[in-house]
């Protein structure tokens, strides 16, 4: 009798708090036309996972593996890839957001969300990427089009998204403000952050002047309060895809843009990304790991939001 091979992974079958993860064996992936099958060594946590593990978000009703960040060894190639074969390290993001599950023991997903992990990276580094990555660059190269001595801000600077953005705005030789708490401000000027913004005790639209590009990682009324940061004809980039539509009136009111997006798997962006860390211009910072059989432990520290940095699941 034939039996199909099996995998630990991180299941629910309810919304709620991360008592309502799981750990159990399900079926392993198989590895369809134009995807490779890889095995995960780590996938890093996001804000998206545990608002997805509490709210189904974009993607409904459980049962469901959250994780979209991977790291990890190719173990076998669907008809048609050319570009990988097994034993391959790659790294990637799966497809936003229905290509989540990527905290399991393997993932099979398509072949142009991975790329080649950088030799200058271990796996946990690189499954700390993806995400806040292709974020950062999206917002601030795609859609800001950002210039060298442009002045740019980001918010939650300290944070997943944010310090990643810090990095790329540096290396594309940008003047860089970021908004964080003061117990924080050292490591933003470790990053190289050329002004830090308290915002418990400082008004960021008071502060930040004559700004070219904005990257919004919070939403609200920061979106909009944003907008009085810029010079005519700047931008305010928002990661948050659904907000009030007073951003975009006031920004036609002040002659300025506003624009909001959600992440895309591309394995272009991702391959920029891949030749900054390779150039040492990019490194995500560790907050800290967890076992896959730790992920309730790993959601519960993400959600208390005082971390520096990225959360990474490790195989056990």
Known sequence: MNLKPTMQAAIQNSLGGPEVLEVVDIPRPEPRTNEVLVRVHAASLNPTDWKHRANGGFLGDPPFVLGWDVSGLVEAVGVGVARFQPGDEVFGMLSYPFGHGSHAEYVAAPARVFTKKPAALDHVQAAALPLVSLTAWQALIENADLQPGQRVLVHAAGGGVGHIAVQIAKARGAYVIGTASAAKHDFLRGLGIDEAIDYRTQDFAEVAKDVDAVLDTIGGDTSTRSLRTLRPGGIVVSILPVGSYD???????????????????????????????????????????????????????????????KIVITRE
């Not at 992920?295 to 993400?302: E, Q, T, V």
């Open 247 to 309: 951003f975009y009136r006031e920004a036609e009111r002040l002659g300025v843009r506003a624009v909001r997006m959600l992440v895309d798997s591309s394995r272009a962006d991702l391959g920029s990304i891949a030749e900054l860390a390779e150039a040492g211009q990019l490194r995500a910072t560790i907050a800290e790991t967890f076992p896959l059989g730790r992920i309730a432990d790993a959601h519960r520290l993400g959600e208390t939001g005082r971390t520096a940095g």
